[in-house]
């Protein structure tokens, strides 16, 4: 028989998950701020309450970091010995700290992030990466390789704290820009360049990300700060280096 899968939390990627994971479970799926009929219908799964969903063999709390620790001490006392919570955070160490803190002793976890999500793997999610730490019951192997083997992504084996130092600069710094630049809004661009078109490219990747989502990139990981304040410096000492030349050149000019 197979295992079943509670999905707690049906936002975006919480959708984007049933395309891929309904096939090798029996799915169970509750979030309580969405009507699921549409969802339930389209991917053959069972609307549940917290509770059933938190029941399943395997549980993955598909919820914004901040709502993170609330949601996992709700459902604690209903998590089934000797299941399997995978969380799917885009930061690493908070989610670590509250799982192993919250969860019952009996309950193993493994702490992964897709390194991708609905627009990115809107054509197929083979070959795309996904980060995988050790969490509680070394079943991260076990999880590896399902996602290796069924999913077929390429599997980043990697521990909280390089997760977190790594992305701080992956996604902190390119979603910051990416954020910026769709703030600018430049329009009716005609004369482009690769360079211009790759980067362009790269904002339509996160311009339809929650602010939920960014916020938790930028202030959920102790290291953002850090790489925000290297990229701000060097973006000023760049910018005190083009005045001083424009001087240089105003000043020889006038000679």
Wanted: with cysteine; glycine share 8%.
């Amino acid at each position: 028989m197979a295992k079943t899968l509670g999905i707690v939390g049906c936002g975006a990627f919480g959708e984007f998950m049933l395309r891929h994971l309904t096939p090798y479970f029996r799915t169970r799926v509750h979030d309580p701020y969405r009507d699921l009929g549409e969802v339930t219908a389209v991917y053959d799964v069972e609307p549940a309450s917290l509770e059933e969903a938190a029941a399943c063999d395997v549980v993955v709390p598909a919820v914004p970091v901040q709502k993170f620790e609330q949601v996992i001490a709700a459902m604690g006392p209903h998590l089934e010995p000797g299941a399997l919570l995978v969380d799917v955070c885009s930061v690493k160490l908070k989610p670590y700290r509250i799982l192993d803190r919250l969860l019952p002793a009996s309950v193993d976890f493994v702490c992964t992030h897709p390194l991708f999500g609905p627009q990115s793997g809107k054509d197929g999610i083979a070959g795309l990466k996904i980060a995988v730490c050790p969490g509680r019951g070394g079943r991260e192997e076990c999880v590896a390789r399902f996602l290796e083997e069924r999913l077929r992504l390429k599997v980043v084996r990697t521990t909280p704290e390089r997760h977190d130092r790594e992305l701080a600069y992956v996604q902190g710094l390119t979603h910051l820009i990416a954020k910026i630049m769709v703030e600018i809004e430049p329009r009716d661009v005609l004369q482009t360049t690769r360079t211009w078109e790759l980067l362009m490219q790269s904002v339509e990747l996160v311009r339809y990300d929650s602010d939920e989502l960014f916020l938790a990139i930028e202030s959920e990981n102790p290291f953002v700060a850090e790489a925000k304040a290297r990229f701000f410096d060097t973006a000023r000492a760049l910018e005190a280096r083009l005045a001083a030349a424009a001087e240089a050149r105003r000043n020889g000019g006038a000679g």
